[in-house]
């Protein structure tokens, strides 16, 4: 018991020392930003990748350029294993200190959503979170680029669409959605509803249980009996190699099984063995080594010693996206520079500078990425875009290009996110109005 | 020397039945109290308040309701959680029905409806007994778990399938809601869970209390002297999860802030309190305290506080040594005593007594 004091004494002293410790650590010609990782618990599988891309990216940027036009950025991760209790612990430590939040897990994400109101932090969620956050009127400090979960629904529609042969070609057929049963999961089921309706195309829906996600044996047995046309898997974690393992054991053509982003692991298809080829899911990064930037991240970061990934990780799909991401970011400290003139920029100025970015092919070929990625650009109204995403196919080894960036339904997915967005504000009671103005560009 | 009864006389019932006869005890509650009421919101920063004290108040409340059925009445529940669900999702529903109604009677009140549907999964305990029993309450885990995913009523049929927390006021001050203060929060969780001690106290000395203990030790024997089981069995259901469903609903109102309900109130956290219960003493309110400071302060402190004293951890790191230390500290603390942490609290408190001259 003595023990226990003693430490809880010691370890809270600390807690109370930490913050002075830091403060002067980012005083000057430095930026701070945290980074929720989650390397440990059930999906550090799918977490290492991502964190060792984001920073990775990071380094380069200070290896090979000194920093964002010269200003250092200091990387720190805070290690969540994808709980929300820890990623809470994780937002409240960090966030007097980082110039964004970077959530990584929808829960974290709508836990931090209206703290970061209140605090005034802004926060990138990926392609992941609340959907409702791309309308930037009600949620000045939520970004959510490239895309949304609705809008990865409406491509996988056009995706269908054109495996078939026209939109017209879409009546009477049937869609299966395999999903995890949770908010995440069921992201998709709005839209994919009214495009059914719209389109005349059945919606069956099979969710997983978050105990039963490696055990999808009965699931499996009323997907044959429906015998559905294709299969959209909105699902995360272990869930995933398992829905391409059942897939093959069933007979499923799995070239008509199509993952959401973040089922498209490098080892959630390599799970299914050499049959797994075929395999396919919606992206937003393309995956390989083949880019400037992977180059320069090999050269100047991985060959250096100065990362924890093995050099043949590097360019795998989650890696890859985790580049992107600090993508953003990094794009998103140049553009809030650039507006404020300042080179140590505040949470406040990041806001900004994310509201204005405007990463267009001319920038993308500049850093290296031609090819990467489709442009991103982020509106006063509109903090998402609605990107393009393309459908990504396993070959046995690695991600490859299946057809154009498909474009997503934004008539369709628009109105939904802002009724959401106005539901969300009026049921929170007292939501904070906007009074940040918006800038001249956007 | 410092800590014994010598010289204090007893002169009335009521003075020797009390539940802290020795004056030092009083007064070391009185500190205890002055240090949570005036040091810890004063000196603590907002990281200490936000994320070590709030969650520790919350898991303390949650622990004893776990500790009045499974370390008084001796019947074991795994699923905790889940009624603390319930009492999230109710307090969420009656704030949509009754947005005027303040906040805290409604945590209060939610913790009814946990406590009505805790007597229903706590029918099987009159037939079955130990693990049999943890079984049943494992159903009870998974049934509510799944009816929070799928019964689209319980969250306001919310696209995003979270519990969204309005702001509350009490006395025109914030209480729920991102405007809320950590200081404000602390105070109100404070307050509930001083008062629910209080009340829970009461309890485990009273009749009923004494009934549960009887329940405990033999079940047949305390059938024989009078004591009816239904009432005792269901009655400590009730109460152990009125206690967690206002634990919950203190989680999800005055902690999270909103979010993924159905996602926290999982199996994983039924177990975290059970540990928090045996590893802190059964059937000891004070244990529950030092449980859920172990397993909830602990692991905050060493992952934030390590790296802070200039152990150079970050990230995952931190984690995995969070982990083994820990780890290695359950196993050290069960070696050293199997009846939990109270158990030590109580031995050090005797060799005070007679301390400097123990024999």
Redesign the interface.
């Known amino acids: 018991m003595k023990t226990s004091i003693l430490m809880k004494g010691a370890a809270l002293g600390a807690l109370l020392a930490s913050t002075a410790a830091i403060m002067p650590a980012s005083a000057q010609d430095t930026i701070y930003f945290s980074n929720n990782a989650y390397r440990t618990g059930p999906f550090s599988g799918s977490g290492i990748p991502i964190g060792d891309g984001m920073r990775d990216y990071i380094s380069m940027i200070n290896e090979r350029d000194g920093g964002v036009n010269g200003v250092k950025i200091i990387y720190e991760e805070c290690e969540t294993g994808y709980d929300t209790k820890k990623s809470i612990e994780c937002y409240e430590q960090v966030k007097s200190k980082t110039i964004v939040y970077s959530p990584w897990s929808t829960g974290a994400t709508l836990a931090a959503i209206p703290r970061a109101h209140v605090d005034k932090l802004p926060i990138l969620s990926m392609a992941y979170g609340l959907s409702a956050s791309a309308d930037g009127t009600n949620f000045p400090w939520v970004f959510i680029p490239p895309l949304t979960y609705w809008d990865g629904a409406s491509v996988m529609v056009k995706h269908m669409a054109a495996e078939l042969g026209g939109m017209d070609k879409l009546k009477g057929k049937k869609l299966g959605l395999i999903h995890l049963d949770a908010p995440f999961g069921k992201e998709p089921i709005p839209v994919l509803e009214n495009l059914a309706k719209k389109y005349g195309f059945e919606l069956k829906l099979y969710p997983v249980a978050a105990a039963d996600m490696q055990n999808q044996g009965s699931l499996w047995l009323s997907i044959r009996r429906d015998r559905p046309d294709f299969l959209y898997n909105q699902g995360w974690g272990a869930m995933n190699p398992t829905a391409v393992k059942e897939a093959i054991k069933n007979n499923f053509p799995i070239n008509k099984l199509v993952g959401v982003w973040w089922a498209g692991g490098d080892d959630d298809a390599r799970a299914g063995g050499a049959e797994a080829k075929g395999y396919r899911s919606l992206n937003f990064n393309a995956a390989g080594q083949n880019f400037p930037v992977i180059q320069d991240i090999l050269k100047h970061v991985v060959e250096k010693g100065k990362s924890t990934t093995p050099k043949e990780k590097v360019g795998e799909n989650l890696y890859n996206r985790g580049v992107y991401n600090s993508m953003l970011v990094v794009e998103a400290i140049r553009t809030a520079q650039k507006l404020t003139g300042k080179k140590v920029i505040t949470p406040e100025d990041m806001r900004r500078g994310l509201e204005s970015l405007n990463v267009d092919e001319a920038r993308l070929k500049e850093i290296g990425m031609a090819g990467f990625a489709s442009p991103v650009k982020i509106t006063c109204a509109d903090h998402s875009g609605h990107h393009k995403a393309y459908v990504a196919e396993w070959d046995g080894t690695k991600w490859t290009q299946k057809g154009d960036w498909i474009e997503p339904m934004k008539d369709e997915v628009r109105p939904l996110i802002e009724a959401n967005a106005k539901d969300y504000v009026e049921k929170a009671g007292n939501w904070p109005k906007r009074t940040e103005p918006c800038e001249k560009s956007s | 020397m410092l800590y014994r009864e010598a010289g204090q006389y007893k002169s009335t019932y009521a003075a020797d039945m009390a539940v802290f006869p020795l004056r030092e005890d009083r007064i070391g509650i009185a500190v205890i109290l002055g240090i949570a009421l005036v040091a810890v919101p004063f000196l ?5 308040i ?3 004290m709030i ?1 520790f108040l919350i898991f303390s409340l949650a622990a004893i309701g776990l500790n009045i059925l499974t370390g008084y009445t001796g019947l074991i529940s795994l699923g905790t959680a889940a009624f603390m669900g319930v009492g999230a999702y109710a307090c969420y529903k009656l704030t949509t029905f009754f ?1 005027n109604v303040n906040i805290i009677v409604l945590i209060l009140v939610s913790g009814l409806f946990s406590a009505g549907i805790g007597v229903l999964f706590g029918l099987p305990s009159l037939r079955i007994k130990g693990f049999y029993l943890a079984v049943a309450t494992l159903a009870a885990q ?1 049934f509510l778990q ?1 009816a929070f ?2 019964v689209p009523w319980l969250f ?1 049929y ?5 519990i ?4 509350r006021t009490l006395f025109d001050i914030p209480v729920t ?3 809320a203060t950590p200081e404000t929060r602390y105070f109100v969780c404070l307050g509930l869970v001083v008062v629910l001690t209080w009340f829970a106290s009461n309890l485990v000395h009273g009749k009923l209390g004494r009934s549960w203990m009887a329940v405990r030790d033999m079940d047949i024997a305390a059938e024989l002297m009078g004591i009816k089981l239904l009432n005792a069995k269901l009655g400590a259901f009730a109460v152990s999860s009125y206690f967690a469903g206002v634990a919950g609903a203190m989680m999800i109102f005055l ?6 309900a ?3 109130f ?2 994983r956290l039924s177990f975290n309190i059970l540990f928090m219960v045996i590893i802190g003493g059964l059937g000891s309110l004070i244990g529950s305290f ?1 449980g859920a ?2 397993l909830s ?2 692991p ?11 152990v150079p951890l ?3 790191t ?3 040594v969070t ?1 083994m230390l820990v780890g290695a ?1 359950i196993i050290f ?1 069960l070696i050293v005593e199997p009846h939990g ?1 109270a158990r ?2 109580q031995i ?1 408190k005797q060799k005070l007594r007679t301390w400097p001259f123990p024999y």
Do not use: C, M
């Open positions: 603590g920063s907002d990281f200490f936000a994320s070590v969650p947005p998974f799944w995913v799928r306001n919310n696209a995003s399938g979270a969204e927390v309005p702001q809601g991102a405007s902690w999270y802030g909103g979010g993924e159905a996602d926290v999982s199996i030092f400071a172990f302060v602990l905050t402190a060493l992952k934030f506080g390590l790296p802070a004293l200039g970050t990230g995952a931190a984690e995995h982990f500290l603390f942490l030590l609290w050090g």
